[in-house]
């Protein structure tokens, strides 16, 4: 079955890859026709049979909010959003971290909303499993990830993004960590007592506390790994000197080349490769694209009176509303800003590699929590466009296997691992 998906994708994919118009990709790098076209097949079918061969894991996508909002089912091609697991199959993705996503806005930094918002989507994710138990399994380790492929069947995972739903209590860690969660970022955009946010401006000065410290220490413990793509520098900092497992980043880009608090400086990306963990590059343009973000703030406020209108008769919970209001604004970005390209993807994680090597990046494409894509990455179906500019760049097929999913595989054993470890010297 998965020998067989893996083939009948191949000959999808020669069409798509020539058809799309990336900036000479290592098979249509010969134009001419007729003649050449047995030695461009070969080529292009040597990276692509590469990337269907390889474990592709992307650890960070939005659409647990999808599943319990919109009741979506993921075995079917959906005509929105960016993942479902139709689209995995033809893009090769062969494990998805959810991220379970509690808006601070919404549902509180804490308290009864916080924890029920959090734990029914990683019950939306569970029941979508155990709907599609031949297609889907729930992984929680490396080895589940290996199985699931070698059994032709998609791995979903789960990611907690954002420690509000642990409610400043302790024991709620092992509850999540019970529930399947295998990564935490202590924040998303608001900071907590215990741990400073990227996205305000307590973070600013704000690192962990005492508490923040034992949190980490108990995600170490139990093999849940620590994740700063949200986090202020400060707590970054901390978190570096107090975790003692390999740290990850689920979905940020190189500052050097976007100078946004989201992404990670070279001493950053340099101290989390010291840990053992990776940088998980994000497709978000604003984050990967020079001066992007600021023509996107633009556009917000241009289209602001547009999204209001289009959207204020709509019924629902504030989740399916901002939901709504998400999709006008797609709409009118694609319209209206400029593409960025699969190859800026790739900038990124070539700076990573340059900085902190290659054993230390991997995909975090934040797909169904972003507004824009980049062009030729415009959903899960198209992941084999970046493999072919990886290989136009000259990354080896052992290095690409490592980009694509093997960093974050042995992250994922070396925190097991470790977690053993400490269990095993504090009895
Ligand atoms: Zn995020």
Request: charged share 30%; with cysteine; aromatic share 6%.
């Amino acid at each position: 079955m998965h020998r067989f998906k893996k083939f009948s994708l191949l000959r999808y994919g020669a069409m798509a890859l020539c058809a799309l118009s990336l900036p000479s990709i290592v098979g249509c790098r010969k134009q001419e026709p007729s003649s050449d076209m047995a030695e461009l097949r070969q080529t292009e079918f040597d990276v692509r049979a590469e990337h269907f061969a390889a474990i592709v894991i992307d650890m960070h996508a939005d659409t647990a909010q999808r599943l319990l909002d919109e009741g979506i089912d993921l075995e079917t091609r959906l005509p929105n959003g960016h993942l479902d697991g139709v689209r995995m199959r033809e893009g090769g993705l062969d494990a998805q971290f959810f991220a379970v996503w509690v808006e601070p806005q919404f549902y509180g930094v804490g308290g009864r909303r916080a924890v029920e918002r959090a734990d029914a989507q990683i019950a939306a994710v569970r029941a979508m499993v155990e709907r599609h138990p031949d297609r889907w399994a729930l992984a929680t380790g490396a080895e589940e990830i290996e199985r699931a492929a070698r059994e032709g069947k998609l791995a979903a995972l789960l990611g907690l993004e954002g420690g509000y739903a642990i409610d400043e209590r302790l024991e709620n860690v092992e509850r999540y960590y019970r529930m399947g969660v295998r990564y935490m970022s202590p924040t998303w955009t608001v900071s907590l007592s215990w741990a400073g946010s990227s996205g305000d401006a307590a973070g600013r000065t704000r690192g962990l506390n005492d508490f923040g410290r034992a949190v980490i220490g108990e995600m170490n413990r139990l093999g849940m790994m620590v994740d700063v793509s949200h986090v202020s520098d400060r707590t970054f900092w901390d978190i570096i000197e107090t975790s003692r497992a390999p740290v990850i980043a689920s979905h940020s880009g190189a500052r050097a080349i976007v100078d946004v608090p989201r992404n990670l400086a070279d001493d950053q990306l340099r101290a989390l490769a010291r840990t053992g963990g990776v940088c998980a590059v994000i497709f978000y343009p604003a984050f990967i694209e020079p001066g992007w973000e600021k023509l996107q703030a633009r556009v917000e406020a241009e289209i602001a009176p547009l999204v209001r209108d289009e959207t204020k008769n709509l019924r629902g919970s504030p989740s399916q509303r901002r939901a709504a209001r998400d999709r006008v604004r797609e709409r009118e970005f694609a319209r209206r800003l400029p593409p960025v390209f699969v190859s800026r993807v790739v900038d990124h994680i070539d700076h990573i590699v340059r900085v902190a090597g290659i054993d230390h990046v991997a995909l975090g494409s934040d797909f169904d929590g972003i507004q824009s894509v980049p062009q030729g990455l415009a959903s899960v179906a198209d992941l084999p466009n970046l493999t072919a500019e990886l290989a136009r760049r000259g990354y080896s097929p052992s290095e690409i296997r490592k980009i694509l999913g093997e960093n974050v595989l042995r992250v994922m054993r070396e925190v097991e691992r470790r977690a053993t470890q400490l269990q095993q010297t504090a009895r």
